[in-house]
């Protein structure tokens, strides 16, 4: 008779290391874990005013659809896209892939970016909404890269502190790859090209 295979949730069956990733930094239980309590801390500071949730495309797709899920309170949902990385070096001149839909002029604005490096995409972002005359601007973060800041950003949420490695996996790339990882590691030294 054949085998029958015990069934694996689709978590612990993606846990599973990538060859390419020398080590896992934060596996899907500790950010699906962290993405609650931010969810949580959202809910209970914002609930007394609207405000719109603005994933910036590509890298915190994964992080903003988690989290979207376990903000509690009514919210609005747009979108910016911004890229500024080929490789691993940023070009410090962040260039907008997609803009709003809809006007951002008095509205609250919770920008959602899956990590922050150098500071240079979240000041240019925060800037274009300032030009717009938004009522409001934060930012929520999954990951910190503090020791890499070029410019001083204030971020309301910040997921973890990460440290000065180049990280893949739950939405963020190297060269468009690794994204779909359920996990954030660090990508093996040698893959990177300078
Ligand atoms: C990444 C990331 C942030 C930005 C952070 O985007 O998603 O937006 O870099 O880096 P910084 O603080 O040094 O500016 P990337 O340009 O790689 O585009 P992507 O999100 O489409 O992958």
């Known amino acids: ?8 949730s689709s978590r612990a069956a993606g846990a599973s290391r990538h060859p390419d990733i020398d080590s896992i930094l ?14 949580r801390l959202i809910s209970k500071d914002r609930a007394a005013e609207p405000f719109t949730l603005v994933p910036i495309l590509k ?6 659809a988690d989290l979207l899920r376990e903000i509690e309170c009514p919210c609005g949902l747009d979108f910016m896209g911004v890229s500024s990385y080929a490789g691993t070096e940023s070009s410090g ?3 907008l892939t997609m803009d709003l839909r809809e006007n951002p002029e008095g509205k609250n604005i919770l920008l959602v970016e899956d990590i922050v490096d150098s500071g ?31 410019v001083p950003v204030r971020i309301d949420y910040c997921g973890f502190e990460a440290p000065n490695r180049f990280l893949v996996g739950y939405g963020l790339d190297y060269n468009e790859s690794y994204r779909h990882l359920p996990y954030i ?10």
Not at 26 to 39: H, L, W
Not at 120 to 135: E, G, P, Q
């Open 93 to 95: 001149s962040p260039k």
């Open 26 to 39: 934060f596996d899907g239980d500790a950010i699906s874990a962290r993405v609650k309590e931010i969810g």
């Open 1 to 8: 008779m054949a085998k029958v295979k015990k069934p694996t």
């Open 120 to 150: 240079y995409t979240l000041t240019y972002l925060i800037n274009v909404l300032l030009s717009r005359r938004v009522k409001s601007v934060g930012v929520c973060a999954l990951l910190d890269k503090k020791d890499c800041r070029r």
């Open 185 to 194: 590691g660090a990508l093996k030294p040698g893959l990177l090209k300078a």
């Open 59 to 64: 890298g915190s797709i994964i992080f903003a």
